[in-house]
């Protein structure tokens, strides 16, 4: 990579952490000293917390502040990893392997087994920590160690089942055998949207195949790997298994760049933009190695003319407006056929006026949308809706930020623009989405269709040809195509990605499994003799 290209990798959390420093230097005491959050405490974190683990607990970089974005405060302090910390990880891990690989996956199974059991444990905690830390109501963050938990029940499954084919060979006395083995180590690299389901899709499904991984979080939620790693490792120590299997490295762009370019790991998992991954994918495959990216999405839901407009607007409200926009599946188009226009944006509205309200405090049960994560994001939405007047949308609901402490904006509605606007076909990460007429499905389809990602879109209609138009080979080119159901919200049974510029990549479940492991032909003569294939002869 460029130098330019380089400091671009995984730095956009480490600006935002920057720019939030000077609301937070008002705050006289961190969160984790306030009874309130006496959660934090419960999960083993302290006001200066270790963000490297190797089997020990040891860092010797920068000192990180995690803060929230509720309220700007601080919420503990983390020591970030240095060079020769992430060589220590990268160095452990690799030897770690080596135990690790030997063990039956059922046994490895039964480890990830326990780690579900052991997130049960601590889900209200933990759940209390992701909605402190990245900014989601609490529902959606107990949902997300939820979804660990059910990887980790895929995993133990998956762990009895790992497939091996024996293929008839044409050679008498001969048999062809698919084998399927580790990889090794990993390398896995998370966003803040998703601080413990992403790396719970890659770590459960990668401990069960037989590798190992080195995990470096986004630096906006530190705190929250640090919990999980702990949670993760006292499954470890409890079966004495090495913990560098499961090592973290908290760190900024310049640890990212270090395991992006390290030849030790021969798979490479990246969650974030995707002008940072494809920086990453270019990085990975100039050394051969193998990468998977979950990168960004412009999705789109289109309304048929004959869609149950209750059932959408149902699902639209959380589609466009949940997580406060900041989903990766998040609806940031809705293509409404134009015979329901008016009455599909003038039912939205109100469902968004209803829900006004309700946005604050992420840990208040009667809280339904968070803030944004960081001002960087507010920025950006500011920017987004000015530039989307100045083009002739015209902002049917919402399109101010609200003045409190925190990073709160109104969830947002824009008409006016055309499909083919590049506001329309670029990806802001906040609560806006943009309402399209079209004629007819095929115009849908090609309108969602015509922007660079892949990543998910819904069809709602009542109409069975048209189902199969959408799902088939020139209905949605999305990695995710649903049918009367959001954008967002996908269970772990099915393999998750997109297509595109999302990155190519699938997480998760089906035969994602295949990501983490190498695969061999072997054939094996048992008949005493030399016979080559094709019948070929060659001498006496």
Same mark, same amino acid.
């Given at each position: 990579?460029?130098?330019?290209?380089?400091?671009?990798?995984?730095?956009?959390?480490?600006?935002?952490?920057?720019?939030?420093?000077?609301?937070?230097?008002?705050?006289?005491?961190?969160?984790?000293?306030?009874?309130?959050?006496?959660?934090?405490?419960?999960?083993?974190?302290?006001?200066?917390?270790?963000?490297?683990?190797?089997?020990?607990?040891?860092?010797?970089?920068?000192?990180?502040?995690?803060?929230?974005?509720?309220?700007?405060?601080?919420?503990?302090?983390?020591?970030?990893?240095?060079?020769?910390? %992430?060589?220590?990880?990268?160095?452990?891990?690799?030897?770690?392997?080596?135990?690790?690989?030997?063990?039956?996956?059922?046994?490895?199974?039964?480890?990830?087994?326990?780690?579900?059991?052991?997130?049960?444990?601590?889900?209200?905690?933990?759940?209390?920590?992701?909605?402190?830390?990245?900014?989601?109501?609490?529902?959606?963050?107990?949902?997300?160690?939820?979804?660990?938990?059910?990887?980790?029940?895929?995993?133990?499954?998956?762990?009895?089942?790992?497939?091996?084919?024996?293929?008839?060979?044409?050679?008498?006395?001969?048999?062809?055998?698919?084998?399927?083995?580790?990889?090794?180590?990993?390398?896995?690299?998370?966003?803040?949207?998703?601080?413990?389901?992403?790396?719970?899709?890659?770590?459960?499904?990668?401990?069960?195949?037989?590798?190992?991984?080195?995990?470096?979080?986004?630096?906006?939620?530190?705190?929250?790997?640090?919990?999980?790693?702990?949670?993760?490792?006292?499954?470890?120590?409890?079966?004495?298994?090495?913990?560098?299997?499961?090592?973290?490295?908290?760190?900024?762009?310049?640890?990212?760049?270090?395991?992006?370019?390290?030849?030790?790991?021969?798979?490479?998992?990246?969650?974030?933009?995707?002008?940072?991954?494809?920086?990453?994918?270019?990085?990975?495959?100039?050394?051969?190695?193998?990468?998977?990216?979950?990168?960004?999405?412009?999705?789109?839901?289109?309304?048929?003319?004959?869609?149950?407009?209750?059932?959408?607007?149902?699902?639209?409200?959380?589609?466009?407006?949940?997580?406060?926009?900041?989903?990766?599946?998040?609806?940031?188009?809705?293509?409404?056929?134009?015979?329901?226009?008016?009455?599909?944006?003038?039912?939205?509205?109100?469902? %968004?006026?209803?829900?006004?309200?309700?946005?604050?405090?992420?840990?208040?049960?009667?809280?339904?949308?968070?803030?944004?994560?960081?001002?960087?994001?507010?920025?950006?939405?500011?920017?987004?809706?000015?530039?989307?007047?100045?083009?002739?949308?015209?902002?049917?609901?919402?399109?101010?930020?609200?003045?409190?402490?925190?990073?709160?904006?109104?969830?947002?509605?824009?008409?006016?623009?055309?499909?083919? +606007?590049?506001?329309?076909?670029?990806?802001?990460?906040?609560?806006?989405? %943009?309402?399209?007429?079209?004629?007819?499905?095929?115009?849908?389809?090609?309108?969602?269709?015509?922007?660079?990602?892949?990543?998910?879109?819904?069809?709602?209609?009542?109409?069975?040809?048209?189902?199969?138009?959408?799902?088939?080979?020139?209905?949605?080119?999305?990695?995710?195509?649903?049918?009367?159901?959001?954008?967002?919200?996908?269970?772990?049974?099915?393999?998750?990605?997109?297509?595109?510029?999302?990155?190519?990549?699938?997480?998760?479940?089906?035969?994602?499994?295949?990501?983490?492991?190498?695969? +061999?032909?072997?054939?094996?003569?048992?008949?005493?003799?030399?016979?080559?294939?094709?019948?070929?002869?060659?001498?006496?």
């Amino acid at each position: 990579m460029t130098g330019l290209l380089m400091n671009r990798v995984l730095c956009r959390s480490v600006l935002a952490l920057r720019l939030r420093l000077p609301m937070a230097r008002n705050a006289s005491t961190y969160l984790i000293d306030d009874p309130k959050y006496s959660f934090l405490r419960d999960l083993g974190l302290e006001k200066n917390n270790v963000g490297v683990f190797n089997g020990k607990w040891k860092a010797n970089g920068q000192v990180i502040q995690s803060y929230s974005p509720a309220n700007g405060k601080i919420i503990a302090e983390v020591q970030s990893a240095s060079q020769a910390d %992430y060589e220590s990880c990268a160095t452990a891990a690799q030897d770690a392997w080596h135990t690790w690989a030997e063990m039956p996956a059922p046994a490895r199974g039964e480890i990830v087994r326990q780690i579900g059991d052991a997130l049960r444990e601590k889900l209200q905690p933990l759940g209390q920590l992701v909605s402190l830390e990245m900014g989601k109501i609490l529902p959606e963050a107990i949902g997300e160690v939820v979804e660990y938990i059910h990887v980790c029940d895929l995993a133990l499954g998956l762990s009895r089942t790992l497939p091996g084919t024996i293929f008839p060979s044409e050679r008498p006395g001969h048999v062809l055998i698919e084998k399927w083995n580790p990889l090794g180590a990993i390398g896995i690299i998370t966003a803040f949207n998703f601080p413990v389901a992403v790396f719970g899709w890659n770590s459960a499904i990668a401990m069960v195949c037989g590798d190992v991984s080195v995990w470096k979080p986004s630096d906006t939620t530190p705190l929250t790997a640090v919990a999980v790693t702990k949670i993760v490792e006292s499954v470890l120590v409890k079966n004495n298994i090495p913990g560098a299997v499961a090592a973290l490295c908290v760190g900024g762009k310049d640890i990212g760049q270090t395991l992006v370019r390290d030849h030790r790991m021969k798979l490479v998992s990246f969650t974030g933009s995707t002008a940072v991954g494809q920086d990453v994918g270019v990085e990975v495959q100039r050394r051969f190695g193998r990468h998977l990216l979950e990168l960004g999405g412009n999705n789109a839901i289109v309304v048929n003319s004959d869609a149950n407009v209750e059932l959408l607007l149902n699902a639209a409200l959380f589609a466009c407006a949940g997580t406060a926009g900041q989903r990766c599946t998040t609806t940031r188009r809705l293509l409404i056929h134009e015979r329901l226009f008016p009455e599909v944006v003038s039912r939205l509205k109100k469902a %968004y006026a209803s829900v006004l309200p309700k946005i604050g405090d992420p840990l208040l049960s009667e809280t339904l949308i968070g803030p944004l994560h960081t001002p960087t994001a507010v920025e950006a939405y500011k920017r987004t809706v000015a530039e989307a007047v100045k083009q002739g949308g015209t902002i049917e609901f919402g399109g101010k930020v609200i003045e409190r402490e925190g990073y709160f904006v109104e969830p947002t509605i824009i008409t006016g623009l055309p499909h083919d +606007s590049p506001l329309v076909k670029s990806e802001c990460f906040a609560p806006i989405v %943009y309402c399209i007429k079209i004629p007819d499905l095929d115009t849908g389809i090609q309108y969602n269709n015509e922007v660079d990602q892949g990543l998910s879109s819904s069809l709602f209609t009542e109409n069975l040809a048209d189902v199969f138009k959408w799902i088939g080979p020139h209905g949605s080119d999305c990695g995710i195509v649903n049918v009367n159901i959001p954008t967002n919200g996908a269970e772990v049974g099915g393999a998750f990605g997109g297509e595109k510029a999302t990155g190519g990549g699938r997480e998760c479940g089906s035969d994602s499994w295949k990501n983490y492991m190498r695969r +061999s032909t072997v054939t094996v003569n048992y008949s005493g003799t030399i016979k080559l294939a094709q019948n070929i002869q060659f001498g006496d």
